[in-house]
């Protein structure tokens, strides 16, 4: 019976009943397919992932819990007509605001834009129990047991606490004294915080394109040439394009989450995991060269991925839980330190051609941030284009501006090549 309280970051995406912070993440595909298989997939996945038989219990104890639910419902599935290319975006924009309260129902729902030969599959889950990882893990078993019904998945134990995680020379007591420490110096820290009305009022946005086969490679190899990172050079590009449309507004900074399974192995590739670390990057003052600023920005994010220490990180967050409903305040309020967050999931692992069906493309996940600052960017590499979702809301950036911003960046990007 699985019972496991919401990790401080878990909770942080949770937000609380009222507030959906849903992740979409959408795959075209080519061929027909029959319903009783999509259905059948979907019981086989909700069979292995140990979350997905879960409901949020908010009432039982003074922090909310997963809590398995024996009778649960199979993962819903809404199959809408599919009339143009763009159906996909519309259904995406929809699921953001979808509640998971039903406590019958899991904590996942899949969205068939079903056409005559081309159709989109949308995975929609809260941001609570999942990470691009895992979103890309779904749609990767989804499309396995489409096409072959009879593909057997294993499940898995889940954890019980972050305990689970620690290392062996982990000390817990000198620990425990530096958490009391930081949970002080926290709590003074939002005493002195200048309370603001300022929320997020505005309509959130995406905007999505992709980059043609002949520009993602020139992009990957001037990159593999130049003995710089794809991810890098994205964060010069967009923190400049923030410096040349917002001027001093811009904050000259970028955040990058990091896949928390690079330093936890026993969190395994095919497990559900919303926590990824997060690592700041700074743009270098004075300098214009993007290339330059790419180099600097790849040591700065090896030197600093290099000092993470996860299992002391998920730890340490356990100890901030009676902060949570204070950090959930402030995001929502303040204009942050960041231009964006970045998140670059690079090349999809999913095969391209099935028996009865083809995967035409993938596109990166979209999310509707209830924060002031929910300047998201996503990116991920499929069948040799990149694919790009720019999501923020309209009373912090507003999608013209966000549009400039984006052309820059691009510019920023073709003209380095």
């Not at 079903?114 to 499309?143: F, N, Y």
């Not at 700041?280 to 180099?295: C, F, I, Q």
């Not at 790849?298 to 998920?314: D, W």
């Not at 690079?346 to 095969?351: S, Y």
Request: proline letters at 5%.
């Amino acid at each position: 019976m699985i019972r496991r309280k919401l990790m401080m970051v878990e909770r942080i995406m949770y937000v609380d009943p009222e507030t959906p912070v849903n992740c979409i993440f959408t795959a075209k595909i080519k061929g027909e397919i029959p319903e009783e298989n999509v259905k059948a997939a979907l019981k086989k996945i909700q069979q292995k992932h140990p979350l997905l038989r879960t409901r949020i219990d908010m009432h039982s104890e003074k922090y909310p819990f997963f809590t398995e639910e024996q009778e649960i419902d199979l993962i819903p599935l809404r199959i809408v007509e599919r009339k143009t290319d763009k159906d996909w975006l519309d259904e995406s924009e929809k699921e953001w605001f979808r509640l998971f309260k039903d406590e019958k129902k899991p904590l996942a729902q899949l969205v068939w834009v079903k056409g005559q030969d081309a159709s989109e599959l949308l995975w929609v889950m809260p941001h609570c129990i999942c990470d691009g990882t895992s979103l890309v893990t779904l749609m990767r078993e989804l499309l396995g047991l489409l096409d072959n019904p009879s593909f057997e998945m294993s499940p898995y134990p889940v954890f019980s606490s972050v305990d689970d995680f620690l290392p062996q020379d982990f000390n817990m007591k000198k620990e425990k004294r530096k958490a009391g420490l930081y949970l002080l110096m926290a709590r003074l820290f939002f005493i002195m915080q200048r309370k603001s009305k300022v929320r997020n009022l505005g309509k959130n946005y995406v905007i999505h394109w992709k980059e043609d086969s002949q520009m993602t490679t020139q992009i990957t190899e001037k990159c593999k040439a130049q003995g710089i990172s794809v991810h890098a050079l994205l964060c010069a590009a967009y923190m400049q394009a923030f410096k040349e449309i917002q001027g001093k507004q811009a904050k000259g900074k970028v955040i990058s989450p990091v896949d928390v399974r690079h330093f936890i192995p026993e969190i395994k590739k095919d497990h559900l995991f919303a926590f990824a670390p997060t690592v700041e990057l700074p743009l270098k003052k004075g300098s214009l060269d993007v290339m330059d600023n790419a180099r600097e920005l790849k040591k700065e994010l090896l030197q600093k991925i290099n000092k993470i220490e996860a299992r002391k990180l998920l730890w340490m967050g356990e100890q901030m839980h009676p902060l949570v409903d204070r950090m959930i305040k402030m995001l929502k309020s303040s204009n942050g330190g960041h231009d964006i967050t970045l998140s670059n999931m690079g090349r999809i692992d999913i095969p391209n051609d099935y028996k009865h069906f083809t995967l035409e493309t993938i596109i990166s996940p979209t999310v509707a941030f209830p924060w002031l600052n929910s300047n998201t960017l996503v990116t991920t590499t499929y069948n040799q284009q990149m694919d790009f979702t720019f999501m923020s809301n309209e009373h912090f950036l507003p999608k013209e501006e966000a549009m400039k911003i984006k052309n820059k960046a691009t510019e920023l990007l073709t003209s380095s090549l």
